[in-house]
């Protein structure tokens, strides 16, 4: 997700080259970044925290810890903002590790902003500023669009739109599948269903009719649509989202428990 962000604001001139600076322990990813995006590498976090204004933390939950017990050393929050996309973890935490009123935003982006049709949602800590809110919204914009929410919700948008994408790829698998199946090719299965994946998406943005409303207009009494839809009643389709969605939420509180 950090380089999705960093390809937007690029390619959109939100920010040059030059005002970019960035740090990753991993020397495959930083010669990979380095090499592509042509920014300004550092030497290490210490770095990047005395050259930058905005500090983007796009790390895993359970390696938030000691970052941040890097930052802290030279972190000054009269200078410094955070910018955290790490799932699950609240604003609070990152507040008391840093030891200060940091500003601090929390957004939970997806993968469909490598594209610019990224939908992400953005909290802000208690201490946030409401300069680095506008920073954050129309950073974020370059990739695609956003919600503004109450950081307690945050952990079922990360089910909703973070995870989301995901469940739509496997739908669409099993489609492919069942056209290949039937006897399609799969280029021209796979052609059909990303179209109707897309475009049914499309008129759910702009058609202005509630989904009941537009699943209606599809389903013909007596048609073939309607006999799949019946199936999927029949196999409870409904309870088996909650229950993935439901899942996906207790697992964004549970990483919490690495920052242990």
């Known amino acids: 997700m950090g380089e999705a962000i960093l390809k937007g604001i690029l390619d959109c001139c939100f920010l040059k080259y030059n005002e970019i600076i960035f740090y990753d322990s991993d020397n495959y990813r930083s010669r990979y970044i380095k090499d592509n995006y042509k920014i300004y590498y550092a030497e290490g976090i210490i770095e990047v925290i005395k050259k930058s204004r905005y500090i983007l933390l796009a790390v895993k939950p359970q390696d938030l810890k000691i970052v941040l017990g890097q930052i802290k050393s030279c972190?000054?929050?009269?200078i410094n903002s955070i910018i955290s996309i790490v799932a699950g973890v609240p604003t609070y935490y990152i507040e008391k590790e840093l030891n200060s009123n940091v500003s601090v935003i929390r957004i939970m982006p997806n993968i469909p902003a490598?594209?610019?049709r990224g939908i992400a949602a953005i909290s802000k800590g208690k201490f946030a500023k409401s300069s680095d809110l506008l920073f954050s919204k129309n950073l974020i914009k370059n990739i695609g669009d956003y919600v503004i929410i109450e950081e307690k919700y945050q952990n079922i948008a990360t089910a909703l739109n973070?995870?989301?994408p995901a469940y739509?790829?496997?739908?669409c698998?099993?489609?492919i599948e069942a056209g290949i199946r039937n006897g399609l090719d799969p280029e021209i299965s796979k052609k059909l269903v990303t179209g109707t994946m897309i475009g049914a998406g499309v008129t759910i943005e702009k058609s202005g009719i509630d989904l009941d409303g537009l699943i209606k207009k599809v389903a013909s009494p007596g048609g073939t649509t309607e006999?799949?839809?019946?199936e999927f009643k029949?196999?409870?389709l409904n309870k088996i989202i909650y229950n993935a969605v439901e899942n996906a939420k207790k697992r964004a509180?549970?990483?919490?428990d690495f920052l242990d």
């Open 234 to 236: 029949r196999r409870r």
């Open 114 to 116: 490598l594209f610019k």
């Open 227 to 230: 006999e799949a839809l019946k």
């Open 168 to 171: 739509f790829f496997l739908f």
């Open 173 to 175: 698998k099993y489609l």
């Open 75 to 78: 972190f000054n929050c009269r």
């Open 162 to 164: 973070g995870s989301g």
């Open 253 to 256: 509180c549970q990483l919490q």
